[in-house]
């Protein structure tokens, strides 16, 4: 009998040991679980968040562009390109954006952060069409008008040196009508003025590809600023 016993007890020890083993394994695999892909955030939310679809956009010498979405996730997520500004709290790379008129100022105007200091729309060879990256440039600019009901603009058409000078009047004019069609959605058409020059002035005084491209284009000026 005690022999036995003998035996038993030293299989029980080592059956006790195995489980407690499984079980330190099976709570490292929660806590493992809770943590995996984020910072103590599930899938990665906490600090800096994807940002799936945040209000964004960007700003550089092709031109501006904007997504507007609202899908971004994370703290700290963004830069300064988003809308107007990018970034800030809890927006994943979105923050700040076209619509939000704390940024929409004359001293916007005069700022290279702020989508307002970008005021030539380019164009495509013979077309009056509107580029998408350029809308939420377009757009910008409509609400400033907006908010100070007093202020006026001059949409100012041009043209590159091919074809009639006759044509060239026509489609740059047709360039800043397409500009202020835009912004005339917002109500603001009657603080909008329009004017084809043509090829007259142009910005680059070259005959090749890249001198033409600057030279289509529409430039937006506002009086007294």
Known sequence: MT??????????????AL????????????IGSKNGGGTTKSMGNGKG?????????TI?????????????????????SGGIRGGGKNNGGGGSNANNT??????GLNDPNNLLSQRIIYFDYDKASIRPEYMVVINTHAQLLAKYPNLRMRLEGHADERGSREYNVALSE???QSVKSIMGIQGVSGQIKT??????????KGH????WQKNRRVEIKYDGH
């Open 3 to 16: 022999s036995k016993t003998l035996i038993v007890i030293p299989m029980l020890i080592s059956f006790l």
């Open 19 to 30: 489980g407690g083993c499984s079980q330190n394994q099976n709570d490292k695999g929660v």
């Open 49 to 57: 968040g994807s940002g799936s679809g945040a209000t964004s956009g």
């Open 60 to 80: 550089g010498r092709g031109g501006a562009s904007g997504v507007n979405s609202r899908n971004g996730g994370g703290r700290n997520g963004g830069g300064r």
């Open 102 to 107: 704390n940024d929409i100022t004359l001293a």
């Open 174 to 176: 047709s360039r800043a």
């Open 195 to 204: 004017i084809g020059y043509g090829e007259e002035l142009p910005v680059v």
């Open 208 to 211: 090749d590809q890249k001198s």
